[in-house]
């Protein structure tokens, strides 16, 4: 539960505070409106808790579920049923089993009205600082039309601010039932949605203070409702030292004229098998030399696999995860949302001091949001800009299609965002199937332009001298440079 400012009533909810810029304002009423099954209910729960554990007097005032269904469902998710007063208005059984029926009244005669009275009763006796109607259409079958239910709204929305409370009500989103007319008699409204990634919430309306545009990511858990806002890049800054962070390994630092900056954003790209994954684990290796933390998030490798073949190269990756200096992070993708994501990294950068993170690799980061490459692009550009103005150095894995013949530097269309390229690519030369670097792109320093030849070895990455005797590397299949006498040159590090 978080606390809130003299001036905000928190929602309970951490991430939703965040979206309504600290939370609610107080003595004012506000719409959630959502779909059946989309939490509405949970989320109110944590409005009234969250009064609770301030000291204030909370009442849930339930239109339509059985009370003791709605406490029980409460209670397993944790909440504190005892601290929440309810007036129970559900409609019993015996609406069912006898003949009864609701007379429709006039707004002068709502004192007369059973359900109203009851209302009017219980607010008084409780005298409460939150209320939660659940849900407010409910009433609407008790009246003859929509303008008498409107302004029945209006009364008691009213009513309840004449005694100092804050509201929130839900409203559940029908054909049967249009909702969009209770805009008008609210202060602010939450409307809780699905898109292709997952659930969405959004504030469009919120009178006296600005809110996080956009959409934002929600999940239901055991625990009750989590909200991921938007990543924001612009609100978060820090100050660091620009400096070269190296590879350790002498011949890939001098292909990056020293290694890749502080707060930059690289991307090493090549096809399966190639090295990719372990490459970009050297500077991580090479950071927990300087007791600096780093972590990967394995979209499209276990957590397992990732391991054993660090280990079997004489990567001390047990070491570094010992040591607190590596987080390993296996991510399936399908269960997540973009914004929780970003939650996630910004978790390890603003509470564990993250220097170095690692994205392995980005065709399983586009599938946590199964929507367009625009929408990819933009999501992936935002966490880019953040982690830069961190000071974090971001390396991206980029799967390429081609095992050998045509060149393509990365495969999602995200070079624009990189200040540094490093490719690897197989080759096929003397009927061997080997391995080259390069570096295409460095936006802060110069850069060697050659291609060497790069090997996996039980002792680690090993990377020979420019491989000058060959052309048409990039092709995949290169061919040796006639050095004038009628002989091909011989490839780089070629023994025979």
Do not use: C, W
Not at 189 to 213: C, E, M, N
Not at 411 to 440: C, T, W
């Amino acid at each position: 539960m978080t606390q809130s400012s003299p001036t905000r009533l928190s929602t309970g909810i951490s991430g939703l505070d965040e979206v309504l810029s600290g939370g609610l304002i107080r003595e004012r009423s506000y719409m959630i409106r959502g779909q059946a099954g989309s939490g509405k209910t949970i989320l109110s729960l944590h409005f009234l808790a969250a009064g609770a554990e301030r000291g204030e007097t909370a009442l849930f005032i339930n239109l339509e579920e059985d009370v003791g269904d709605l406490k029980a469902n409460a209670e397993a998710l944790g909440f504190d049923t005892d601290a929440i007063e309810f007036l129970d208005l559900s409609p019993g059984a015996d609406v069912f089993t006898e003949d009864q029926s609701y007379e429709v009244f006039a707004p002068e005669e709502v004192e007369q009205e059973p359900i109203t009275e009851r209302i009017v009763e219980g607010v008084t006796a409780v005298d409460p600082d939150r209320v939660v109607v659940d849900p407010l259409t409910q009433l609407r079958f008790l009246m003859s039309d929509d303008y008498q239910f409107r302004k029945q709204v209006v009364g008691f929305m009213r009513f309840l601010k004449d005694r100092d409370a804050t509201v929130l009500f839900t409203v559940q989103d029908t054909e049967a039932l249009p909702t969009d007319d209770l805009e008008f008699v609210t202060d602010g409204t939450i409307r809780l949605d699905k898109a292709g990634y997952g659930k969405t919430i959004a504030v469009p309306k919120f009178r006296g203070s600005s809110t996080r545009s956009g959409e934002h990511a929600y999940r239901v858990t055991d625990a009750g409702v989590e909200v991921y806002p938007a990543l924001q890049p612009g609100e978060h800054e820090a100050e660091f030292d620009f400096e070269q962070i190296s590879s350790g390994v002498p011949e890939v630092d001098a292909l990056l004229n020293g290694g890749i900056e502080r707060g930059t954003v690289s991307i090493v790209s090549g096809p399966t098998g190639v090295g990719k994954t372990t490459l970009a684990t050297q500077f991580m290796r090479e950071a927990a030399e300087h007791g600096e933390r780093s972590v990967i998030y394995l979209f499209e490798e276990s957590e397992e696999t990732f391991l054993s073949r660090s280990r079997a190269i004489g990567v001390p990756v047990d070491e570094m995860i010992e040591q607190g200096t590596l987080q390993v992070t296996e991510v399936e993708a399908l269960e997540r949302s973009p914004q929780e994501f970003a939650r996630m990294v910004r978790e390890e950068v603003e509470a564990r001091d993250a220097k170095i993170v690692m994205v392995d690799g980005i065709a399983g980061y586009r599938l946590t949001l199964r929507g367009t490459d625009g929408t990819m692009l933009q999501q992936m550009h935002a966490l880019g800009r953040y982690l830069k103005n961190m000071g974090v150095t971001t390396i991206l894995v980029d799967e390429t299609r081609n095992i050998t013949g045509e060149f393509r530097a990365t495969m999602e269309n995200i070079s624009y965002l990189a200040d540094n390229i490093i490719f690897l690519r197989h080759l096929e030369l003397d009927g061997e199937l080997r391995k080259a670097i390069g570096v295409l792109k460095k936006r802060t320093t110069d850069f060697e332009r050659t291609i060497r030849e790069f090997r996996i070895t039980d002792r680690g990455i090993e990377v020979g001298e420019p491989m000058s005797e060959l052309r048409g590397i990039l092709s995949g299949t290169p061919e040796a440079i006639d050095d004038g006498d009628g002989r091909p040159r011989r490839g780089a590090g070629d023994e025979r």
